[in-house]
T-cell receptor, first 113, second 117 residues
Framework: QQQVKQSPQSLIVQKGGISIINCAYE??????FPWYQQFPGKGPALLIA?????SEKKEGRFTISFNKSAKQFSLHIMDSQPGDSATYFC????????????FGTGTRLQVTL | GAVVSQHPSWVICKSGTSVKIECRSL??????MFWYRQFPKQSLMLMAT?????????EQGVEKDKFLINHASLTLSTLTVTSAHPEDSSFYIC?????????????FGPGTRLLVL
């Protein structure tokens, strides 16, 4: 019940395209959903986060869509750039904060020219 | 933003030796830090929660006698891998939980790559 399932495992998108990564969860107590970006050899960094009281949050080219009834949330990267090539992790917490995170399995995104 | 440092960034050691990894919170005092382990192309797995001034809380399946955690100050937590073996080779990442008003994220360190020969 603590799992967060993430798909796809890897993704190749052309420059300028839209990258979409999906996550699903079972634990209805989860109430905070961040996305992290990780470059090789580095620690993850927060990209964007959402709470279940809203269905969408947008920050620049990054948008989270949240479907509470389906227990799913997704990350959309608009106008994908080669610099976006990284591994993306969704995560969830039941504390309303980032105090205890359960991570998804990760998606390796490659943006080609 | 908050900065978390880890030292060393990578270490190679012989099987049977112990290795200490430091995690420092440079921007704020942190009563709570986390230690994660990440195998190649895999997700982050929480190993333990490090609490300043008290014993660490280990996740199920993590040997507390093998992975010693000490959170001696509000800015420093250490992870010691005792009697390391090749299967302990991994990428170890610490994170810092900021004060309550800022808990929108954990701030992650750059990681320490451990290779046990």
């Amino acid at each position: 019940q603590q799992q967060v399932k993430q798909s796809p495992q890897s993704l190749i998108v052309q420059k300028g395209g839209i990258s979409i990564i999906n996550c699903a969860y079972e634990n209805t107590a989860f109430d905070y959903f961040p996305w992290y970006q990780q470059f090789p050899g580095k620690g993850p960094a927060l990209l964007i986060a959402i709470r279940p009281d809203v269905s969408e949050k947008k920050e620049g080219r990054f948008t989270i869509s949240f479907n509470k009834s389906a227990k799913q949330f997704s990350l959309h990267i608009m106008d994908s750039q080669p610099g976006d090539s990284a591994t993306y992790f969704c995560a969830a917490s039941s504390t309303g904060t980032a105090s205890k995170l359960t991570f998804g399995t990760g998606t390796r995104l490659q943006v080609t020219l | 933003g908050a900065v978390v440092s880890q030292h060393p960034s990578w270490v190679i050691c012989k099987s049977g030796t112990s290795v200490k990894i430091e995690c420092r919170s440079l921007d704020f005092q942190a009563t709570t830090m986390f230690w994660y382990r990440q195998f190649p192309k895999q997700s982050l797995m929480l190993m333990a929660t490090s609490n300043e001034g008290s014993k660490a809380t280990y996740e199920q399946g993590v040997e507390k006698d093998k992975f010693l955690i000490n959170h001696a100050s509000l800015t420093l937590s250490t992870l010691t891998v005792t009697s390391a073996h090749p299967e302990d080779s991994s990428f170890y990442i610490c994170s810092v939980l900021p004060p309550l008003a800022l808990q929108e994220t954990q701030y992650f360190g750059p990681g320490t790559r451990l290779l046990v020969l």
